[in-house]
């Protein structure tokens, strides 16, 4: 008996864990790193706040594991998009503009991925899961300098300077200040203007053509 009711309470508390995980989730892709404090979120999952201390060890940490997890996806997707059909180039183009729509979809939580001020905790992992990147682009130069689609030679260096690119090119119209001028009905960069600009950008850094529609 003692077995079954120790089980059970470890389900419990797993089941628990993921609703805080979920609700965490939900609070940084609504409004940032920046909405996620363990008052709301303990009133999110129906307990109180020093429960939460229970599942995880603190709001860093649990800042963190919410990084990773939607870091992840977007690692998933883009590693999906590079191993499609098609020549490298235009695998690059296509996962390119997945990813920028894929950010334009979720602007606030792409902006807290790529530039929220955080805790330290959340530091590392983006320095984990830019290297994440990086090994994805690395393993797609290194295909297409083979079949001279690409011509690189600092194949190492040119995927960290593309992961870069992506950024830079992402933040400033994911920004809040963007957001708000382009609700505002101020003239803005339209997702189709950025995923163009991106994939033009790359292409021509990797010295290959832009493929045809």
């Not at 590392?124 to 990147?133: G, H, N, S």
């Given at each position: 008996m003692a077995y079954r009711t120790t089980a059970l309470r470890i389900d419990r508390?797993?089941?628990?864990r993921e609703q805080i995980i979920s609700a965490a989730l939900a609070r940084v892709t609504e409004g940032g790193f920046a909405a996620l404090t363990m008052?709301?979120?303990?009133?999110?999952?129906?307990?109180?706040?020093?429960s939460l201390y229970r599942h995880v060890r603190s709001k860093g940490d649990l800042a963190a594991e919410v990084f990773a997890l939607a870091s992840q996806r977007e690692v998933d997707a883009l590693a999906a998009s590079f191993?499609?059909?098609?020549?490298?180039?235009?695998?690059?183009?296509?996962?390119?503009?997945?990813?920028?729509?894929?950010a334009w979809d979720s602007r606030q939580l792409a902006f807290a991925l790529i530039a929220e001020p955080v805790d330290p905790q959340v530091d590392?992992?983006?320095?984990?899961?830019?290297?994440?990147?990086a090994e994805l682009f690395i393993e797609l130069l290194h295909e297409g300098t083979a079949q001279g689609?690409?011509?690189?030679?600092?194949?190492?260096?040119?995927?960290?300077?593309l992961v870069g690119a992506i950024a830079e090119v992402l933040v400033g119209p994911l920004s809040p200040p963007a957001r708000a001028a382009r609700e505002a009905g101020s003239p803005a960069p339209s997702l189709a203007d950025v995923s163009q600009a991106l994939v033009s950008?790359?292409?021509?850094?990797v010295g290959a053509k832009e493929p045809q529609s």
């Open positions: 508390d797993q089941s628990l008052q709301n979120l303990a009133e999110d999952v129906g307990i109180a706040t020093g191993s499609a059909d098609g020549n490298p180039a235009q695998r690059l183009a296509s996962g390119l503009e997945r990813f920028a729509a894929r590392e992992q983006r320095l984990f899961f830019r290297e994440a990147y689609v690409f011509r690189v030679q600092q194949i190492n260096l040119v995927a960290a300077c950008f790359c292409l021509r850094a």
